[in-house]
């Protein structure tokens, strides 16, 4: 009872913390420092001290980005480099690289808390999930500490200099110019948070859950726990998915600070992508019999295994990754973590038939795992983009030799009980490569992986694929990982001793949403007047490839373990083949777009990924004014094998997929189709020539309304939630239409509020934050956040010579 009393007390103090501590009897408190934050762009030093006077810094909440609100400019961070891993040997200007907003500079960071319980006996822990980059921390005017790379995670025991009220935490963060190779997004743009706990306490991370042994009748799960204090005993509660209690167990066994034990679980359901099963266990540590410190950690019971003779096998079954390459920026809403804003990235994966992510090319955010354990997701969690070599100035190489052991060790120390976590990855195309000391390297960082975690392999994402079958590097690595080079599979396999490789990294198709260029041909790095990429799925990189060709590799070589595209989506920098040329700032690389809109694609994927549901999609648009009579190429990515395509009724033959071709194995295509305006249908046949199923794209009208479409009618009313409006335009008759580009306004009422707007044009200068933008290929996205009000949100979308829109979303506790 005390203690509720207490929490309370907390609570209501506390007006800058959310108290996140759903356990009231819990002797351990968290608190996720969310709201109360003052930020200002600049050098501070003086902001140190307590009684700086902040009145006049912006107030803000965290997780925040300060650099996606923009403008957008193409003098931040110009790079003028020659990318070598590119293959180019000149210097030229790149814009855009890293995003082209102001993301370089110092940012300071102030927030006041209280902690009204705070004796002696208490330990206090401040944890960053990542903060951009080099923080340094300051508590009551005294440095706390420092860490350098922006996606580690790191904490420091505050114990000694917090007090019970009126703490002033600081922290100060500063991005180098050339410090990266994409947009990294800037800021404390993961939750901070405060842990409060008792002197007798369980370790930061210091729970490490394994499961082994497992048959339809029985797995182990070995639980260990460190734990300091006096004569310690330690209890488990195991609870199934329905908060049901499996079974508990108690100890007293202590050996230097860790509890070790193995606990039996009768008819375990297991963990895997298509039934994400967890459980969890409840950690309480008593000393002399009082209840000091109680953690809890959902875990999966899964085995791995990786093998000369089978390849990869989750519980025992062979299967290949059908995965994805994600950077962590959200797109508009920046690097700034948001759950809500993941899972609705995770749906649409999920939709696709991926099983896999790959958190290229960092540490990936807490969010992102919760979700992948619990939507049912296998994840390749990255460390490193460089190591002692860099690939831009600024880089990880320049705190390699002080950090990369830190790094590593938090890394796996705060995400190992995550089931969704089958493989590390201590780098990506790392320069290392090259080297005799390269390889070195990466036996070193691979065996700091093995010490922290024995139970899961570690790859690096190799482009140098000669050298590293002639140097050794491959040869190390517990998985070989290859990034593209297709043509070098074969050789590799035979060169390397461990019997299989993984597409670490795959495709690097580049696409523009809705955009198709003619004549339809094949071709590496190929640019347009408009800086856009053709859908027609044909282009890609000097250094890369075509999906078609990776299929070949994973359908035909039982040894290949499958396959991590580049990307699942969009990201903000790195505007390949456009880096060059102003005002591209965003990749062309996604399966989908920036704003999450699939481009096409995204069902070629799904017609081999998604083996539940039926895929059956035509492209191009069919609205081709001034292509009359003009050869407009039409092709199908479907599950199915053999379709017929008719324009206006006239029948343009059945293709049947085959295996000429690589594309002809998994497109149909037509490529002699004459453009009429008017109808154009595809019709599934089944092997005996009988129609199973059809879809058919229509020329449009002129723009006359617009459509909403949410994916969410509910949202939680906890001032996070969102949800995302895809906003489009049809004409009278109600046809979509493709090349609208009408400028929209945009206005939010009642219980939510306008977060961002988004249209997929990697050459679109409007910032995301304004509530006005064009359609880019007929669509672009709307995000609402919630409030903290119950009710109702009304979104209103409008523009010049069209009907306007009206949609309601209901808030909720
Ligand atoms: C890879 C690299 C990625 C990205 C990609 C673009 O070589 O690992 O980070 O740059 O190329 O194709």
């Not at 980059?133 to 114990?159: M, Q, R, T």
């Not at 992102?368 to 600024?394: Q, R, T, Y």
């Not at 002809?664 to 154009?680: A, C, S, T």
Request: hydrophobic share 35%; glycine share 6%.
């Amino acid at each position: 009872m005390k203690l509720n009393y207490l929490a309370l007390i907390f609570y209501l103090t506390l007006t800058s913390c959310t108290y996140t501590n759903q356990d009231g009897n819990s002797p351990r408190q968290t608190m996720i420092l969310k709201e109360g934050w003052k930020f200002k762009k600049g050098n501070f030093i003086q902001a140190i001290q307590p009684d700086f006077n902040d009145s006049d810094w912006q107030s803000v909440s965290v997780p925040h980005d300060w650099a996606i609100y923009g403008p957008f400019d193409k003098e931040i961070d110009k790079q003028v480099v020659a990318i070598t891993q590119n293959n180019e040997t000149n210097a030229s200007e790149k814009t855009g690289r890293t995003g082209a907003l102001p993301y370089t500079g110092q940012g300071w960071y102030r927030n006041t808390f209280s902690i009204p319980d705070l004796d002696n006996n208490k330990k206090v822990i401040l944890q960053f999930e990542g903060a951009m980059s080099e923080p340094e921390v300051f508590l009551n005017g005294e440095k706390v500490g420092e860490w350098k790379y922006g996606y580690a995670y790191f904490y420091f025991d505050i114990s000694h200099l917090a007090k019970p009220s009126n703490n002033t935490l600081v922290v100060k963060l500063n991005n180098r110019e050339k410090s990266s190779r994409w947009y990294p997004g800037a800021g404390l743009f993961r939750k901070v948070s405060l842990i409060v706990k008792n002197k007798q306490h369980i370790k930061q991370w210091g729970n490490f859950i394994t499961t082994s042994n497992i048959s339809p009748e029985i797995a182990n799960i070995n639980i260990k726990t460190q734990a300091v204090g006096k004569n310690l005993d330690l209890k488990i509660q195991i609870y199934n998915k329905d908060g049901e209690l499996v079974t508990r167990h108690s100890t007293k066994e202590i050996s230097n600070e860790l509890f070790n034990q193995n606990i039996k679980i009768k008819n375990p359901v297991l963990w895997s992508p298509e039934s994400p099963y967890l459980y969890s266990a409840v950690i309480s540590l008593y000393s002399n019999g009082q209840h000091v410190d109680q953690t809890e950690e959902k875990f999966g019971i899964r085995s791995i295994d990786y093998s000369k003779e089978k390849g990869f096998s989750l519980n025992g079954r062979v299967r290949k990754f059908k995965g994805v390459c994600l950077h962590h920026d959200l797109g508009p809403l920046g690097a700034a973590v948001n759950k809500s804003a993941i899972k609705r990235r995770l749906k649409i994966l999920k939709d696709m038939g991926a099983d896999a992510i790959r958190s290229a090319h960092n540490m990936p955010s807490f969010e992102i795992l919760e979700l992948a354990d619990e939507m049912g997701f296998m994840f390749l969690a990255e460390s490193f983009d460089e190591w002692k070599k860099p690939k831009v100035k600024n880089g990880y190489n320049l705190y390699f030799d002080e950090y990369a052991e830190k790094d590593i060790v938090n890394l796996v120390r705060a995400t190992r009980n995550h089931p969704s976590i089958v493989m590390w990855s201590s780098g990506n195309e790392v320069p290392d490569q090259w080297s005799k000391d390269g390889v070195e390297r990466a036996k070193w960082l691979q065996d700091l992986f093995h010490r922290e975690d024995p139970t899961r392999p570690v790859t690096v994402g190799m482009d140098q694929v000669e050298a590293v079958m002639e140097n050794g590097f491959g040869a190390v690595m517990d998985v070989p990982g290859l990034n593209y080079r297709v043509n070098l599979y074969e050789k590799a396999y035979n060169t390397f001793p461990q019997g299989f490789l993984l597409g670490s990294e795959t495709a690097s198709t580049v696409s523009s949403r809705g955009i198709y260029k003619f004549p339809v041909k094949e071709g590496s790095m190929v640019k347009y007047e408009d800086y856009q990429s053709s859908s027609y799925d044909l282009e890609y990189c000097s250094w890369s490839n075509l999906p078609d060709e990776d299929f070949v590799l994973q359908d035909d070589k039982p040894w290949v373990i499958g396959e991590f595209v580049w990307t699942g989506f969009d990201y903000l920098g790195e505007p390949t083949p456009y880096d060059e040329v102003w005002p591209s700032r965003s990749s062309y690389f996604g399966i989908s777009d920036l704003a999450g809109l699939p481009k096409d694609r995204y069902y070629l994927y799904r017609s081999r990924w998604n083996t539940q549901d039926e895929t059956l999609h035509i492209l191009p648009h069919w609205n081709w004014e001034g292509r009359e009579g003009k050869i407009t190429p039409v092709f199908v990515y479907t599950s199915y094998s053999k379709a017929e395509l008719f324009v206006n009724g006239i029948s343009q033959g059945i293709r049947v997929k085959n295996d000429s071709t690589p594309q002809h194995r998994y497109r149909l295509m037509w490529l002699d189709v004459k453009y009429q305006p008017g109808e154009l249908k595809v019709v599934a046949l089944n092997d005996d020539g009988k129609a199973i199923t059809e879809k058919t794209v229509v020329t449009a009208g002129k723009p006359y309304k617009i459509v909403l479409e949410s994916d969410r009618r509910l949202l939680k009313a906890d001032g996070k939630d969102l949800a995302y409006i895809t906003v489009s335009v049809v004409d009278k008759a109600g046809n979509p239409c493709p090349k609208a580009d009408n400028q929209l306004n945009f206005s939010v009422e009642r219980n939510a509020t306008f977060k961002a707007a988004c249209n997929g044009d990697p050459t679109s200068l409007e910032m995301f934050h304004i509530p006005t933008m064009k359609l880019f290929s007929g669509k672009l996205v709307v995000t609402l956040q919630s409030s903290n009000e119950v009710g109702e949100a009304v979104l209103k979308v409008d523009g010049d010579d069209l009907e306007g829109a009206t949609l309601k979303i209901e808030t909720k506790n």
